[in-house]
């Protein structure tokens, strides 16, 4: 491990012991990215005090495993970009109070500039900004919801960006960042918070080599949504709640 990461890891450590654990009790969550990594550890702790619709690609194992009754599991590929009449009633019935965008796929490890296909593009543009779109459609037609998040990455930050490459994803979520500010302006008025959040390094399918446990992740997640800080609604932050530069 390199020096940087060493004290990044030890920096983070030391945040981690002096945060206490908050929790949410009593709400209607849905999570996207729910069947694995942050989004399944989300879904886990918020089962235990709230009711929860769990939205998942093809796979539903995991959430299957845990599932103790407060957690519907919806299936939806959201590379389809299409949603069931049935679909969209179930999130209307559920009154969604929070909604988490956190299913997103990174794409090929070669996103040079060269060899861009625009089919993998659009792909992965539906999985990680349009389908959230759609979702934050659906939900705000219910008066309950009150709190967004959007999990985006440091990745879609174009003034941090020192080392180019990663086109498919840095797009993604350079755009889901436009949107969460947008959408701050747009929702002030019913009172919704948007929090872009940053969820760390974090070991799961999509990061290997990552150095936090999806577990901490989560619970910072929390943590933040516990907080419902409107001061934060429409910045990007990182889960220990400190603002990044877009
Ligand atoms: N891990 C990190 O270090 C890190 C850093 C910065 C940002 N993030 C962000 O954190 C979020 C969670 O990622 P993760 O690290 O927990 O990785 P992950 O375990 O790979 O989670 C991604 C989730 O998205 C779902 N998904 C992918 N394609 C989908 C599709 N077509 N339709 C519906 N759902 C789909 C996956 O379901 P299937 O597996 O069933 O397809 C999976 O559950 C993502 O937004 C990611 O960009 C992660």
Same mark, same amino acid.
């Not at 996103?111 to 979702?135: C, D, G, H, R, T």
């Not at 939900?139 to 080392?163: A, F, H, P, W």
């Not at 959408?183 to 080599?209: A, E, Q, W, Y």
């Given at each position: ?159 941090? #960006?020192?080392? /180019? ?11 889901? @960042?436009? *949107? +969460? $500010? %947008?959408? &701050? ?21 999509? #990061?290997?080599? /990552? ?11 929390? @943590?933040? *949504? +516990? $907080? %419902?800080? &409107? ?16």
């Amino acid at each position: 491990m390199g020096i940087i990461k060493t004290i990044q890891k030890k920096y983070n450590n030391l945040l981690n012991l002096y945060e206490k654990n908050l929790f949410l009790e009593n709400k209607n969550i849905i999570v996207s990215g729910a069947n694995t990594g942050i989004g399944f550890e989300l879904v886990k702790k918020f089962a235990i005090k709230n009711n929860v619709i769990a939205l998942a690609n093809y796979k539903t194992n995991n959430l299957d495993n845990i599932n103790n009754g407060k957690i519907k599991i919806l299936k939806n590929d959201f590379k389809e970009l299409k949603f069931s009449e049935q679909f969209i009633n179930e999130i209307y019935k559920f009154r969604p109070q929070i909604l988490i965008n956190c299913a997103a796929i990174f794409g090929p490890e070669d996103q040079e500039l060269e060899k861009i296909n625009y089919e993998n593009f659009s792909e992965i543009m539906k999985i990680n900004v349009f389908a959230p779109i759609k979702l934050i459609n659906f939900c705000i037609k219910n008066l309950d919801l009150k709190q967004i998040v959007n999990i985006s990455s440091e990745m879609g930050s174009i003034s941090t #960006n020192k080392i /180019g490459g990663y086109y498919y994803y840095r797009l993604s979520k350079c755009m889901l @960042n436009a *949107l +969460s $500010k %947008n959408l &701050s302006i747009d929702l002030k008025t019913k009172r919704i918070n948007i929090f872009c959040i940053h969820p760390g390094n974090v070991k799961t399918k999509m #990061n290997s080599g /990552g150095l936090m446990s999806p577990e901490l992740s989560a619970q910072k997640i929390i @943590n933040i *949504l +516990s $907080k %419902n800080n &409107s001061k934060l609604s429409g910045l990007l932050i990182d889960m220990n709640s400190k603002v990044l530069q877009w």
